[in-house]
């Protein structure tokens, strides 16, 4: 099983709110991913990071930003969070040399009311 | 135009059947095929995956890709209830820097 963390698993918030969500992994990965996952669609990457103070915005906009200062550690911030932003939530990693394999956190269910 | 098409589903078999899921693609620089198999409430986790063309067998599974068809498939041989899960095509390129392009998952669903 892979050891990559996401907290919380679920979260029920109202409209304006800031949240952070936390992504874990003790597997010395340099690439880390966000994704986001809505019912019967494809996963869309938000934000991924290639190690250590590298941030990039992924194919799907996002109004979420993220931070990458240590090389375990990739949180997701939302600033005002509103209804459209309900939705999963996946972190995943890979290793230096992974053309194929990310690893999956077990994601956060985000519902903004 | 989506660059991975991927038939949703639901699929609905008996315990037992082969089951075949299958992907179409647009970009001819994907060269790292993969499936993931994500349970509910949980996820994905890679299950299968194949480099440039071929077939590549695991246990009941078996993937394959046929690059001129740009068409990938996984096959399900005695399909279990266990095998009950939403199944992921993703794909990538060596120009793409480890990022993963998914279909959006085929619901499987296999009755005892």
């Known amino acids: 099983e892979a050891d990559i963390y996401q907290t919380p698993r679920y979260l029920v918030i109202g409209t304006g709110k800031k949240i952070t969500l936390e992504c874990s992994q003790t597997?010395?990965?340099?690439?880390m991913y966000w994704y986001q996952q809505d019912p019967g669609m494809e996963l869309h990457l938000i934000h991924y990071?290639?190690?250590?103070?590298?941030?990039e915005k992924g194919d799907l906009s996002s109004e979420s930003t993220v931070s990458r200062i240590r090389t375990e550690h990739f949180p997701l911030t939302l600033e005002s969070a509103r209804p459209s932003h309900t939705s999963q939530y996946l972190c995943?990693?890979?290793?230096?040399?992974?053309?194929?394999?990310?690893?999956f956190g077990p994601g956060t269910r985000l519902t903004v009311t | 135009q989506k660059e991975v098409e991927q038939d949703p589903g639901p699929l609905s078999v008996p315990e037992g059947a082969i089951v075949s899921l299958n992907c179409t693609y647009s970009?001819?620089?994907?060269?790292?095929f993969m499936w993931y198999r994500q349970y509910s409430r949980k996820g994905p986790e890679l299950l299968m995956y194949?480099?440039?063309?071929g077939n590549k067998e695991d246990g009941r599974f078996t993937a394959q890709v046929d690059k001129s068809s740009k068409y990938i498939s996984l096959f399900i041989r005695d399909s279990q209830p266990s095998d009950s899960a939403t199944y992921l095509c993703?794909?990538?390129?060596?120009?793409?820097?480890?990022?993963?392009?998914f279909g959006q998952g085929t619901e499987l669903s296999v009755k005892p």
């Open positions: 993703a794909m990538s390129a060596d120009n793409q820097g480890g990022k993963l392009i």
């Open positions: 597997m010395g990965h340099d690439k």
């Open positions: 995943a990693s890979s290793d230096r040399q992974g053309r194929y394999e990310q690893y």
């Open positions: 990071s290639y190690g250590v103070n590298s941030t």
């Open positions: 194949t480099y440039s063309s």
């Open positions: 970009n001819s620089a994907f060269q790292y």
